[in-house]
């Protein structure tokens, strides 16, 4: 049963005004009203935020100090490695900062490949940097119409490609995002293992959207318990990224892939959200693959709940992606 604040949650988003679905669609104007509202949440205090160019793509860097556990754990761990070594002369591990660690999140944002960008993902970006202790990496890659597949994945090929030869080890990487971001993530996995490029230390989708075409039975099956989607919008999304491209190619449809070889995947769905059966299928062609796959499926969760972080089930499902990345990555 989900939670008072979920259930509230809820009502809110079910209150907000919401177009017919055969109104046309206004990227621009929907573009600039997400990232307006998204400037305006607060960040966990201390957050840094630094612009950056990755393989050509611009970036924005978030830090945010660590919680307290994640610092708490951080401490022991660099106490032990002191203590095995026998350091002495008053030598000691300097405080714990957040992004102090080697690793790295490389987070793809979602927006139906059409909207969103570094600025509408930075409050869980931030928490997520909080949670694992890591600087979180948010490309802002092309977005269709105007640059359609394979565009996005380019970018994040490119992005990806650049911290390799910048020294970042692969197990020291890892790869998540959400809704779009999280089908464009396992697509990126695909494509890494096209280009003969190691895969990261770990992925974690959330809500992916591992299905262009949306032909997946809950998305007519939740239609009266999800509050945040349309399938129709979401499918002319899927048409304005594909573009001239087969919707079943394996790098926009990852469902379709091949998909041996991949790093260990931790999938997040809500159990009313329309894209239930993309994260179902994914996560159970991944195992018959070989891949070790956790899968949690958030009873009466709309789609990527991650991002009302006022809610419970939110934080918890922060915190469990968090506690995956931190089990992957060394130290």
């Not at 307006?36 to 957050?47: D, F, H, M, S, V």
């Not at 919680?67 to 754990?73: C, H, L, M, W």
């Not at 934080?315 to 995956?324: C, I, N, P, S, Y």
Request: aromatic fraction near 4%; glycine fraction near 10%.
């Amino acid at each position: 049963m989900p939670s008072p604040e979920a259930l509230a949650e809820i009502e809110a988003i079910r209150a907000r005004p919401r177009k017919s679905a055969d109104a046309p669609m206004d990227l621009a104007a929907d573009r600039a009203a997400w990232a307006e509202e998204a400037a305006k949440e607060p960040l966990p205090e201390g957050t840094e935020i630094t612009e950056e160019v990755v393989g050509g793509v611009s970036c924005e860097r978030i830090v945010a100090p660590p919680a307290e556990d994640v610092a708490r754990e951080r401490i022991a761990a660099e106490a032990a490695q002191w203590a095995a070594v026998g350091a002495s002369a008053g030598a000691a591990p300097g405080p714990v900062r957040g992004g102090d660690a080697a690793g790295l999140l490389l987070f793809l944002h979602g927006g139906g490949y059409t909207s969103g960008g570094p600025v509408t993902h930075r409050k869980l970006a931030a928490h997520l940097s909080a949670r694992t202790g890591l600087p979180v990496l948010l490309p802002d890659y092309r977005l269709a119409p105007e640059a359609p597949f394979p565009a996005a994945l380019e970018d994040a090929l490119a992005v990806t490609r650049a911290l390799l030869q910048d020294g970042q080890e692969p197990e020291t990487l890892a790869l998540g995002g959400d809704s779009a971001g999280g089908g464009l993530a396992a697509a990126l996995m695909l494509k890494l293992k096209d280009e003969g490029l190691p895969q990261p230390a770990c992925a974690v989708l959330l809500s992916p959207w591992t299905d262009i075409l949306a032909r997946g039975g809950s998305y007519e099956a939740n239609v009266p318990h999800d509050p945040s989607m349309d399938a129709a919008r979401l499918r002319e999304a899927g048409r304005l990224y594909t573009g001239e491209a087969d919707p079943l190619d394996p790098l926009i449809s990852p469902l379709e892939g091949e998909l041996s070889g991949l790093p260990p995947l931790l999938i997040h769905v809500g159990g009313a959200e329309l894209m239930l059966d993309d994260s179902l299928a994914f996560a159970e062609r991944a195992r018959d693959a070989g891949a070790e796959v956790e899968l949690t499926v958030w009873d009466g969760m709309w789609h990527v709940h991650h991002h009302a972080l006022t809610v419970p089930e939110a934080q918890e499902a922060v915190a469990e992606a968090a506690a995956f990345i931190r089990a992957k990555l060394p130290g």
